[in-house]
T-cell receptor, first 115, second 111 residues
């Protein structure tokens, strides 16, 4: 009964392709996030949704498009993949609308490698 | 922008010793959180300490917060091999609604 699950775990693809990563949480949380962790382990917020509504949209290329069909799911679609997109992408969730004052629960990450 | 900075970047100690990691930040905060990340896994929440708290405990973990120095420390007592992981602090700056993360301390516990 994984709390935050994301698929796939590994994604190896060619530059220029389009790919999607899916995330689901069964914790009943209101807020979900996408983070990017680079090779130096630095974690950067990309997007945050609260009850299907976008609340944080950091400076991310518009090739990245999040979609939240319901509050338990937050998917990330990436168009025209570039070498610099290689990283680990984490989905997370937390309770409440102001999520920075609540613990966040993370999935195990999707390791994206661009060839 | 990077708010929290952990120190040291890497720490290697013998099993049974205590491990101390520090986090410094730049702006006033509502709270500070510590997380653990095992290799190849997601981050796991350890402790949240609010700006009006000075110390919190959870099992072998002790977190302190000094808002005058804008710093926090995470102490792991009687370390075990299973504590080998990267440890991150994340701050919740005033007027912001997202966590700002440091680059982490890599802790290695030698058997």
């Amino acid at each position: 009964d994984t709390a935050v699950s994301q698929t796939p775990k590994y994604l190896v693809t060619q530059m220029g392709n389009d790919k999607s990563i899916k995330c689901e949480q069964n914790l009943g949380h209101d807020t979900m996030y996408w983070y990017k962790q680079d090779s130096k382990k630095f974690l950067k917020i990309m997007f945050s949704y609260n009850n299907k509504e976008l609340i944080i949209n950091e400076t991310v290329p518009n090739r990245f498009s999040p979609k939240s069909p319901d509050k338990a799911h937050l998917n990330l679609h990436i168009n025209s993949l570039e070498l610099g997109d290689s990283a680990v992408y984490f989905c997370a969730s937390s309770q409440g609308a102001r999520a920075s004052n609540q613990p966040q629960h993370f999935g195990d990450g999707t390791r994206l490698s661009i060839l | 922008s990077q708010q929290g900075e952990e120190d040291p970047q890497a720490l290697s100690i013998q099993e049974g010793e205590n491990a101390t990691m520090n986090c410094s930040y730049k702006t006033s905060i509502n709270n500070l959180q510590w997380y653990r990340q095992n290799s190849g896994r997601g981050l796991v929440h350890l402790i949240l300490i609010r700006s009006n708290e000075r110390e919190k405990h959870s099992g072998r973990l002790r977190v302190t917060l000094d808002t005058s120095k804008k710093s926090s420390s995470l102490l792991i007592t009687a370390s075990r091999a299973a504590d080998t992981a990267s440890y991150f602090c994340a701050t919740d700056p005033l007027g912001n609604y997202q966590l700002i993360w440091g680059a982490g301390t890599k802790l290695i516990i030698k058997p």
